[in-house]
């Protein structure tokens, strides 16, 4: 398959012509690669990483060292995708300026071409404005936000009256004219996400928005079945290789303590003569 480096320009032109723009997120070379094998458009170098990968309790204790790390990894494995790093919590909060040193080093250390940063508060879209002025494309994250989920009361559907509906609706306008290529739209209601895509010139990016979306992003270690501490309702299990991989140890595990691993082909020879001599 021909196919050349995803740019903002494509992703535009998809939402012109009606077609669904794919995301994912990856947090290593591996995935990375196979994510970017796959044709999908976008990978998002998600902080979501705190919690599937890291181990952590929520997305809040990332660090900025920590998303780099990863981001290179990923970079060296996408060739075809659109790479966005994600700003962690406390990385854009404290000053504008601070906001565009923190999103520079995503894309001259990491290689990413974007950045995401939740929410559109005033302070959020300043550095948005910012950060954009710089020339360092961002892609805006509204509804459920959750590095500011115990603000929200939990992760939880956002929008679902008149008044926080509006104000999803206010703040998406709001970040397109702040200069965002793209809005992600997190668990709010599918009606809702419509009227907002409807409403804006760039794409919309859907989890747990429905179907009219522009494009969905998932997590991908909840779309493959690797993180088993909860799985949220918007999520499409399409494989689950954690039961596999368990299995896959625990048979490792046997074969080595009755000595059936490693077997003879799994082992390199020596000639008889050479061996001879280290024995004298």
Do not use: W
């Amino acid at each position: 398959m021909d196919r050349k480096k995803v740019s903002i320009p494509d992703l535009h032109n998809k939402k012109r012509e009606g077609k669904k723009i794919t995301m994912l997120t990856a947090y290593d070379y591996p995935v990375a690669k196979l994510v970017d094998d796959a044709g999908i458009d976008m990978i998002l170098v998600g902080d979501s990483l705190g919690m599937v990968v890291l181990g952590y309790d929520s997305t809040v204790p990332v660090t900025m060292d920590e998303m780099i790390h990863h981001s290179k990894a990923v970079r060296r494995a996408t060739k075809y995708a659109f790479l966005v790093g994600d700003m962690p919590f406390m990385s854009f909060q404290v000053s504008e300026e601070e906001a565009v040193r923190n999103a520079g080093r995503f894309l001259k250390e990491a290689g990413c071409d974007a950045i995401k940063l939740e929410t559109a508060e005033p302070r959020v879209l300043k550095a948005t404005k910012a950060i954009v002025e710089a020339g360092i494309p961002v892609l805006g994250h509204l509804g459920l936000t959750p590095q500011s989920a115990t603000k929200l009361g939990g992760l939880k559907v956002q929008g679902k009256d008149a008044e926080a509906a509006k104000k999803i609706i206010d703040s998406a306008v709001q970040l397109e004219e702040a200069g965002c290529f793209a809005v992600v739209l997190e668990c709010i209601p599918d009606k809702l996400a419509k009227l907002v895509t409807e409403k804006l010139t760039v794409p919309t990016i859907g989890i747990g928005a429905g179907a009219d979306c522009d494009g969905q992003v998932l997590v991908i270690n909840d779309m493959i079945g690797l993180f088993e501490r909860f799985l949220p309702k918007f999520v499409k299990q399409y494989v689950k290789l954690a039961p596999q991989i368990l299995t896959a140890v625990k048979q490792y595990k046997e074969e080595v303590e009755s000595g059936k691993f490693p077997a003879q082909e799994h082992m390199f020879g020596m000639k008889a003569e050479e061996l001879k001599k280290v024995e004298k």
